[in-house]
């Protein structure tokens, strides 16, 4: 492989469905061209950061790389799609497409709502749902598609449970979130052509405007009534901003920690000795939460745009250029873990950038960690044995993803 293939492997959704190639191309930048550009068919250049410190300083200096107007990597045809939405005032606008001050303001509306401490109020349900996935697990006697059966039910019940929704919406939410997120997918999706997307745009915000409508005729003390009722400069957020917002929470919410899920119990089947010693010392569970995060890192990258002329990683980068943050390739950097490729349960330090850094740092941190721990403290002291019961098979997208299918047989008492 050259470097500017691999280059290319970073906007190519196969690439990613092959952790195997990925890595491959990933070590191969790290090494030979840290930051890399990319030029692909169908895709506008950017620059590809594939170096921990690289991706922190670009995070850190968040007035001169903005998430405007190209957050996450998207074909040509889609940029000038937005671009032109953008222009009309119909673009999503989420926290992730925001930048100072705008960013700060809306942030902090439900940023209340992720503190550790309200997050800890919120874990008793988070167990209540771990368990009923798990005895679900013990229902399907003995084999089942991980993924499918158990890992994109359960984060996606628990952000609906923490928006107030009815639990009679959940599967037509799961259907939707699948269709935004495993947009590349050709099994997930429901089409990759902008029509296609901008229809399953158009009916999250349907739903979601109905779900404004009741929050303020009838305001109830869920996440949904903060953000249908919140005021800015004493108004209300307009339509869209809301819509954002909860397509923001429910799509951010939910393949994540479900790829984590998956990812971390593929790791733990695959790592015996290291299932082992969990099983032996439950109060390795925190640094195993944050070591499956940083194995699977689900998000695979976020995008920033240089606001001026500048120097990254000794490269020379235009304004108006984009840089690529892939995270995937921080999170097996040499330079900062060690041995970066073992699987190791009791890692200490851990410093993964799988939730980003900064002022976009993920909202969701806090609640990330305590699904996927009280999901593996529901199912260890029940797990007798588990090994694969076929190959797994990755979801093919740039962004969002991890498994599509993880078969497993197991023992559960
Ligand atoms: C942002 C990763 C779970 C809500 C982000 C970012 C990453 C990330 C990389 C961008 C950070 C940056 O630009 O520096 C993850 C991972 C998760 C996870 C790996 C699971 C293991 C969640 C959950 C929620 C959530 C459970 C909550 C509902 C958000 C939101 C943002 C965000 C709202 C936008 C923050 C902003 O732009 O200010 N996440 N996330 N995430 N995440 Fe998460």
């Known amino acids: ?33 840290p930051v890399h550009r990319v030029e692909r068919e169908g895709y506008n250049p950017f620059w590809a950061v594939t170096r921990h410190a690289d991706i922190m300083e670009v995070e850190r200096a968040h007035t001169r790389f903005l998430n405007a107007p190209r957050p996450v990597l998207v074909t040509a045809e889609l940029d000038a799609m937005n671009a032109e939405r953008a222009a009309q005032g119909i673009a999503l606008r989420t926290l992730i497409h925001m930048d100072d001050p705008d960013h700060r303001v809306i942030r902090a509306i439900g940023a209340d709502w992720f503190r550790p401490k ?39 019940y628990v952000i609906l449970s923490l928006l107030g929704l009815p639990e ?42 109905e779900l404004t409508a009741a929050r303020r005729a009838h305001p109830t003390d869920d996440l949904a009534s903060a953000i249908a009722n919140a005021r800015v400069d004493g108004e209300p957020l307009n339509d869209l901003d809301i819509a954002s917002y909860y397509v923001i929470i429910a799509t951010a919410g939910h393949d994540t920690t479900s790829s984590t899920i998956s990812g971390g119990l593929r790791a733990l089947v695959e790592h015996p000795d290291q299932l082992d010693r969990l099983r032996a010392d439950p109060s390795l ?60 349960v009791g890692r200490d330090p851990n410093r993964h950038l799988a939730f980003g850094f900064g002022v976009h740092y993920c909202l969701g941190a806090a609640l990330a960690r305590i699904e996927v721990r009280a999901f593996f403290e529901e199912l260890l002291p029940r797990l007798e044995s588990i090994e694969l019961g076929g190959e797994p098979e990755g979801i093919a997208t740039t962004f969002v993803g991890g498994l599509k299918h993880l078969p497993v047989r197991y023992t559960l008492k």
């Open 1 to 33: 492989m050259t470097v500017d293939e691999a280059g290319r492997a970073l906007a190519d959704p196969t690439a990613y469905a092959d952790d195997r190639r990925l890595h491959e191309a990933l070590a191969l930048l790290r090494r030979e061209d």
């Open 118 to 156: 309200a997050m800890r109020a919120l874990e008793p349900r988070v167990r209540e749902l771990a368990k009923r996935y798990v005895d679900r697990m013990a229902e399907l006697g003995g084999a089942c598609d991980f993924v499918q059966d158990v890992a994109v039910h359960f984060p996606l």
């Open 168 to 209: 009679s919406d959940f599967d037509r939410m799961l259907k939707l979130t699948q269709e935004m997120f495993g947009g590349d997918d050709t099994e997930l999706r429901r089409g990759t052509s902008p029509e296609e997307r901008l229809a399953v745009l158009m009916d999250f915000f349907a739903y979601f405007q």
């Open 285 to 344: 569970m925190p640094p195993a939460v944050d070591e499956m995060i940083r194995w699977v890192t689900p998000v695979k990258e976020f995008m920033r745009t240089a606001v001026e002329d500048c120097e990254v990683g000794g490269r020379r980068i235009r304004a108006g250029e984009a840089l690529l943050l892939s995270y995937p390739s921080g999170n097996r950097d040499e330079e900062v873990f060690e041995d970066p490729f073992r699987f190791d």
